[in-house]
T-cell receptor, first 116, second 118 residues
Framework: AQKVTQAQTEISVVEKEDVTLDCVYE???????LFWYKQPPSGELVFLIR??????QNEISGRYSWNFQKSTSSFNFTITASQVVDSAVYFC?????????????FGSGTKLNVKP | DAGVIQSPRHEVTEMGQEVTLRCKPI?????LFWYRQTMMRGLELLIY????????DSGMPEDRFSAKMPNASFSTLKIQPSEPRDSAVYFC????????????????FGPGTRLTVL
């Protein structure tokens, strides 16, 4: 069965610090997809990135970067030079079994507090 | 482009009353999802539709919950009768089928409906 673990419940940093949010997943499938979503205080979930299991290249988007390591079943998210606007709850998600890809499994989320 | 639209944004009702939540997915999307978010249980998938047909309703908590998708641009989630433990934020999301490949696209979420059952 699919499972996502975000062990960090809450992280507090000071503005301009780098911060890494951990995501560890479990699946028996060879084809799967991983996602990160941001939930700011306003409440809406905002899509950040999608990655399939065959693409292990790291990705960078501005201050955001993602490190996908199949060997350790991890898909970690790093924010460089954090800003107050990055304060939010971040969720990692895993696609469902091969016959039910669209059934996402979300982690419990990591609340990031960025203080000025 | 309009995103996923949900109504109402807030609903306060009394135990035993019927509650209907509404969702309009992004135009052209094939999939529609209903989620519930609580502090205790996190984000849970309740049910999802593909081309208006329910595919997986294993997350629907009990018979008091029902969902319909009469057409490609509208879905409802109904709770009857409502109970205090149904208090949560209910999200609707939609996604587009991945063309040509087996796989899945990202889901786009609406703003949610905050339901309070007294």
């Amino acid at each position: 069965a699919q499972k996502v673990t975000q062990a960090q419940t809450e992280i507090s940093v000071v503005e301009k610090e780098d911060v890494t949010l951990d995501c560890v997943y479990e699946t028996r499938d060879t084809t799967y997809y991983l996602f990160w979503y941001k939930q700011p205080p306003s409440g809406e979930l905002v899509f950040l990135i999608r990655r399939n299991s065959f693409d292990e290249q790291n990705e960078i988007s501005g201050r955001y970067s993602w490190n996908f390591q199949k060997s350790t079943s991890s898909f970690n998210f790093t924010i460089t030079a954090s800003q107050v606007v990055d304060s939010a709850v971040y969720f990692c998600a895993l696609s469902g079994d091969w016959y039910n890809f669209n059934k996402f499994y979300f982690g419990s989320g990591t609340k990031l507090n960025v203080k000025p | 482009d309009a995103g996923v639209i949900q109504s109402p944004r807030h609903e306060v009702t009394e135990m035993g009353q019927e509650v209907t939540l509404r969702c309009k997915p992004i135009s052209g999307h094939d999939y529609l999802f209903w989620y519930r978010q609580t502090m205790m249980r996190g984000l849970e998938l309740l049910i999802y539709f593909n081309n208006n047909v329910p595919i997986d309703d294993s997350g629907m908590p009990e018979d008091r919950f029902s969902a319909k998708m009469p057409n490609a641009s509208f879905s409802t989630l109904k709770i009857q009768p409502s109970e205090p433990r149904d208090s949560a934020v209910y999200f609707c999301a939609s996604s587009l089928r991945l063309e040509g490949l087996a796989g899945v696209n990202e889901q786009f979420f609406g703003p949610g409906t905050r339901l309070t059952v007294l």
